[in-house]
């Protein structure tokens, strides 16, 4: 199965076993640049998994490019810790990479100590928030060979490949971009000249490594930023990357501070494999492909048809180092999902904090979170199968409990449903998809449509249960709620309405926002039509692009608060925001809603009392846990513990943690 995927393949002269790399991601484990125990564990999963190529990374150069938040290889000091990496990857027949780093103008003062960045130009950074020094000749000179000194370190540390980063927007790319290389030297100025710096590294590099050991490069297949490189410049700095001895091209997306989402949901499934078949086509070296490749059928598709030799399961292989391996087996219902949040990766990086995978409870914590066997099997019970529930199910089973599994609903998934309801939030239902298969699997009893009450908790007898009675949406005290035009946003999310041209919304949190773009994107053109209108010019490029984003109804957003979409994450709360935009959404903050009569909402707006006319006003002003059963059920005298959203209504991570950490407990 996936016969190409997982054919060999040879990057020089090291054969890799399969097209399946793990790439450098930043995870934030130490603040010292060096390894310990929990790089260690997450590594050794990866390279259990399965995948061909297990990429350590990034790796600092020097102080200056890398800071404190970045692992570093710059002092002979670290090659023994890093020998003991290669030795656990090559352990389980992975091959060990490394990415060498530097970040240029977007490395954070705070984390280097207050210095400034250096770069090729003293040209402000959106990025870093600050102001670079702009590098010297002899300054490019000591980068070159701190380059060069670090691919030696990792060679005699036991790495069978090195690759240096030209990606992201970080210090190569800055070279490559007209936008931030100012220079008026040899550096600088015209294209051959911006492409000086990185063809020296590369063949300072190549020189010193030898011809025989695999060197590689991570390049962006365009920048996405107006201005800079696009995919028309990057096959002739492909063609310079090749010359100057790379012996394979890793091919992404855009710099960290494009306005294209390069990692979110909105991000369709294999949406960048174009820019890789587009380096291929000049190249002969092979290519890697990256972003949202998500799927086992996805990677092979990409092999088969050509638009890469290779493929990098990054946030992929977080959420599941056993992709490669059960993708091999057959058994990719089974594969742990990567739903392409940020919540536990993205988002973390930008917070200088360590990342974690929302839906895997022993991502990132693979010595601490282990599931032992028990030696005294319990009878467990577990009421609710959203998140919370199904991970405590499929926790406990595996753990050898036997275990039943109870929910008041048609299917299992609770609130997932509603969560994966609006537009590109689909990917959301994927944990469906993995609970169900798990839930086979293990052979596990579900009883749904059933409503658990005292009596069948006293019939059945466990000897543990656990309550995930979930949440509820809440009503707010306004005068006119139970009007006919209202509905709840869950309501509206679980089960869809017809909805008129006017449409307001209270409350302009996450779900608030999410439930106006749903409502927004109703009656507009699916991709498939678009696709089809403009393939056979029915519209005009700028008609089709109006009418993309105009639906069915017009949305209005309500929010008490100065600022709404507070509890979106950091790294896609501008995503979110530029749908809502584009889609006419209208949001007004500071606004309270006092009444809402006949669907005409009447509302306070920094003092001033205003009211407009809608068909619908949908509420999601929170939600509040249910807890019918937790009061009764002390009465017993069974042991029970509480998960998910009837402790305290959280994020999706708080459920699938919470549901694992009880049944590890048991």
């Known amino acids: 199965m996936y016969k190409y995927l997982f054919s060999p393949i040879k990057i020089n002269n090291v054969e890799i076993k399969n097209r399946i790399a793990y790439p450098a991601l930043g995870l934030m484990y130490s603040y010292d640049r060096k390894l310990n125990d929990r790089y260690y564990n997450f590594f050794e999963e990866r390279a259990k998994g399965g995948a061909g190529i297990v990429t ?96 030696l370190r990792a060679r005699e540390a036991g790495f069978e490949g090195v690759e240096i980063i030209a990606s992201g927007g970080y210090l190569l790319n800055q070279f490559l971009s007209p936008l931030k290389n100012r220079r008026t030297d040899k550096y600088g100025g015209s294209f051959e000249n911006r492409l000086r710096f990185p063809d020296e590294l590369i063949r300072l590099v190549r020189g010193r490594l030898g011809s025989d050991f695999p060197l590689t490069i991570r390049m962006a297949g365009n920048d996405f930023v107006p201005g800079s490189n696009t995919d028309i410049e990057t096959p002739e700095i492909a063609k310079v990357y090749e010359k100057a001895g790379v012996d394979a091209i890793n091919v992404t997306g855009g710099w960290h501070e494009t306005r294209v989402p390069q990692l979110p949901m909105d991000l369709p499934r294999t949406a960048y494999a174009f820019l890789a078949l587009n380096i291929k086509k000049v190249v002969s070296v092979p290519v890697m492909a990256s972003n949202r490749i998500a799927d086992p059928a996805g990677a092979e598709k990409i092999i088969r048809d050509g638009y890469a030799d290779m493929v990098n399961l990054g946030r992929i292989l977080i959420a599941d180092p056993e992709w490669p391996k059960k993708a091999f087996e ?135 249960l656990f309550i995930a009675e979930g949440a509820e949406a809440v009503v707010p005290p306004i005068p006119g709620v139970d009007d006919s035009c209202v509905i709840s946003a869950w309501d509206l999310l679980k089960e869809d309405r017809i909805l008129g041209k006017e449409v307001a919304v209270i409350g302009g949190g996450a779900v608030g926002l999410e439930t106006a773009m749903f409502i927004a994107a109703k009656g507009t053109l699916t991709p498939e039509v678009l696709h089809f209108l ?104 069974i042991p029970f513990v509480l998960i998910g959203d009837c402790v305290q209504p959280g994020k999706i991570d708080s459920a699938i943690h919470g549901g694992f950490l009880a049944a590890i407990n048991l």
């Open 534 to 637: 403009f393939a056979y010019e029915a519209e005009t490029s700028d008609r089709l692009r109006e009418i993309m984003f105009k639906g069915s109804s017009r949305v209005t957003v309500f929010e008490m608060l100065p600022k709404a979409g507070m509890d979106v994450g950091k790294s896609t709360k501008w995503v979110l925001f530029d749908n809502l935009k584009k889609y006419g959404v209208k949001i007004i903050t500071n606004a309270k809603v006092v009444s809402i009569n006949s669907g005409e909402v009447e509302y306070d707006n920094e003092g001033a009392t205003e009211k407009k006319k809608f068909d619908n006003v949908i509420l999601a002003s929170g939600s509040r846990s249910v807890k019918h059963l937790s009061g009764e059920v002390e009465k017993l005298g």
């Open 330 to 464: 057959g058994r990719e219902n089974e594969i742990r999902p990567c739903v392409a949040c940020s919540q536990g990766c993205t988002d973390q990086v930008f917070s200088g904090q360590p990342v974690f995978c929302i839906g895997n409870p022993r991502s990132a914590f693979e010595g601490e979170r282990k599931i032992v066997k028990t030696d005294s099997p319990k009878r467990v019970m577990v009421v609710g199968a959203g998140p919370a529930g199904l991970e405590a199910v499929i926790t406990a089973a595996k753990a050898g409990h036997s275990v039943e599994l109870y929910d008041k609903d048609s299917d299992i998934g609770g609130q997932l449903w509603i969560a994966g309801a609006p537009p590109h939030k689909q990917e959301l239902l994927e944990f469906i998809r993995y609970y169900t298969a798990m839930l086979k699997k293990y052979d596990i009893p579900l009883f749904l449509n059933t409503n658990v009450d005292i009596e069948l908790i006293k019939s059945k007898n466990p000897d543990h």
């Open 56 to 151: 350590v990374g990034p790796v600092g150069v020097d102080f200056i490019g890398s800071g404190v938040v970045v692992l570093s290889l710059a002092e002979d000091e670290a090659i023994p810790a890093f020998k003991k990496l290669t030795d656990i990857i090559r352990k389980h027949d992975a091959k060990p990479w490394i990415q060498l780093f530097h970040a240029g103008a977007y490395s954070h003062p705070i984390v280097i100590d207050g210095k400034d960045p250096i770069a090729p130009s003293s040209i402000y950074s959106k990025y870093s928030k600050a102001t670079p020094r702009e590098m010297t000749t002899d300054d490019i000179g000591r980068v070159q060979e701190a380059f060069a000194k670090t691919a």
